[in-house]
């Protein structure tokens, strides 16, 4: 059955928001009682015990699924090359999150280029360690290119529709039948808040997507407008 994934980058709740979501619980449980997804950036910049990743699944409901940020040591450091003893680490620590895994994201820094081999050898080293959805988020112009577009799309990874889209020289051209939208918030990066005509739009957009399953994060939490926007989305999307 088809479902939309609505949420935010991170479960911190602020005090304005507060009163949208349960009064007990840790922010985490309070979080995913009324959204179903969240996606964890923390990943990206530090390990995490794979105890934690147990934890954090314990404590929300069976529907609920986490997307988890490949850390940078793979991306921006390694730039995708040598990084499989990283990819086991990291691949051990989120199998804790079990069938609650919705999601591997892979965000690429705008200055790597697509090279084909190295791009062939990192995909098939993460396709071989996770069977399930896996994103990528690219922000180099060569990834939008038909080789990365044919790589991406053997490999069953979904590109990220992102705005502002960053290295994108065109329309979104999608790789598989998933939709995964990460929303920085735009005019200003982080910060922007998404008008009700805006959501709207995607509301129906994600509505119509109705052969597979749809993503999609607010990443502008600075200002705490993300929580908002993922609300009203998610009430538009349930109306």
């Known amino acids: 059955m088809h479902t939309v994934y609505i949420g935010t980058a991170g479960w911190s709740i602020s005090s304005a928001a507060a009163s949208h ?55 921006h450091e390694r730039r995708l090359r040598g ?80 705005d502002p889209p960053a290295g994108q020289p065109g329309p979104h051209v999608p790789t598989t039948s998933v939709a995964y939208v990460r929303l920085h918030g735009s005019p200003r990066i982080y910060y922007s808040d998404y008008p009700a005509d805006d959501l709207a739009a995607l509301a129906a957009e994600l509505h119509a997507s109705a052969q597979a399953d749809s993503w999609c994060i607010f990443d502008n939490t600075a200002a705490g407008a993300a929580l908002f926007n993922a609300l009203d989305l998610q009430a538009r999307i349930c109306a």
């Open 21 to 75: 979501f349960p009064l007990d619980g840790s922010h985490l449980q309070r979080y995913a009682h009324v959204l179903n997804c969240v996606e964890i950036n923390s990943s990206f910049y530090r390990p995490h015990q794979p105890a934690t990743y147990a934890r954090w699944a314990d404590s929300v409901p069976d529907h609920f699924r986490f997307s988890v940020k490949l850390p940078r040591s793979i991306t």
């Open 83 to 162: 990084g499989e003893a990283d990819l086991d680490r990291f691949a051990s620590e989120v199998g804790e999150l079990g069938s609650k895994l919705g999601c591997v994201l892979v965000q690429l820094p705008p200055s790597l280029r697509f090279e084909a081999d190295a791009a062939f050898d990192f995909l098939t080293a993460l396709r071989q360690r996770f069977d399930g959805m896996l994103a990528c988020e690219a922000r180099h112009p060569s990834w939008f290119e038909q080789g990365a577009t044919e790589l991406l799309t053997m490999q069953r990874i979904t590109r990220v529709r992102a």
